[in-house]
């Protein structure tokens, strides 16, 4: 299966905290990505990581790429409230298509 | 710019009814994509569209479901004959070039159907 799948479907944690998600995948990649769905809402784009990156930062999120592994895993810095969300790894193989995994509800307790 | 437009954001149909969802991309974005979110599930591909082509449908229920792009307007969802397992929200994105390419998608917020 090209899905990527996220490692813990679920994380409870306190503001301040670090959060890492983990996404592994089975197929070849051209790149991978992350998006974050708060409830009821449509998904938005966090950050993209292609197969010849290992790691890639954008704010308080840390992106690295293992294609060794197959993985890759995703570091929220210093969490907030307002990151509760659920994340999705989506990934980019031979085909145009993006392929999303099942997610990963994050709660951050204020 | 405006954003990712979906409509109905709502919709409930009974069974055997037909149910059309729109989605207008955003300004000069002419890649679409269509894909379906069930409860606490993650987003299964349905169909990508470019200005009046179906480029990949491998995602598409053989029957019943059908999506196009036209030159002009939005791009449609048709849902025909509705059933209950049809019931889900449906999610449009847009990305001016290929994920090929430029990877990033941009989502609109949703048509969320409910057969009775």
């Known amino acids: 299966s090209q899905q990527g799948e996220e490692d813990p479907q679920a994380l409870s944690i306190q503001e301040g905290e670090n959060a890492t998600m983990n996404c592994s995948y089975k197929?070849?990649?051209?790149?991978l990505q992350w998006y974050r769905q708060n409830s009821g809402r449509g998904l938005v784009h966090l950050i993209l990581i292609r197969s010849n990156e290992r790691e890639k930062h954008s704010g308080r999120l840390r992106v690295t790429l293992d294609t060794s592994k197959k993985s890759s895993s995703l570091l929220i810095t210093a969490s907030r409230a307002a990151d509760t969300a659920s994340y999705f790894c989506a990934i980019q193989g031979g085909s145009e298509k993006l392929v999303f995994g099942k997610g990963m509800k994050l709660t951050v307790n204020p | 710019n405006a954003g990712v437009m979906q409509n109905p954001r709502h919709l409930v149909r009974r069974r055997g009814q037909e149910a059309r969802l729109r989605c207008s991309p955003m300004k000069g974005h002419s890649h679409v994509y269509w894909y379906r979110q069930l409860p606490e599930e993650g987003l299964k591909f349905m169909v990508y569209?470019?200005?009046?082509?179906?480029?990949?449908e491998s995602g598409m229920p053989k029957e019943r479901f059908s999506a196009e792009f036209p030159k002009e307007g939005p791009s449609i969802l048709r849902i025909q004959q509705v059933v209950r397992g049809d019931s889900a929200a449906y999610f449009c994105?847009?990305?001016?070039?290929?994920?090929?390419?430029?990877?990033?998608?941009?989502f609109g917020e949703g048509s969320r159907l409910t057969v009775l």
């Open positions: 994105a847009s990305s001016a070039q290929g994920t090929a390419n430029t990877g990033e998608l941009f």
């Open positions: 569209l470019q200005k009046e082509n179906i480029i990949d």
């Open positions: 197929t070849s990649i051209n790149n």
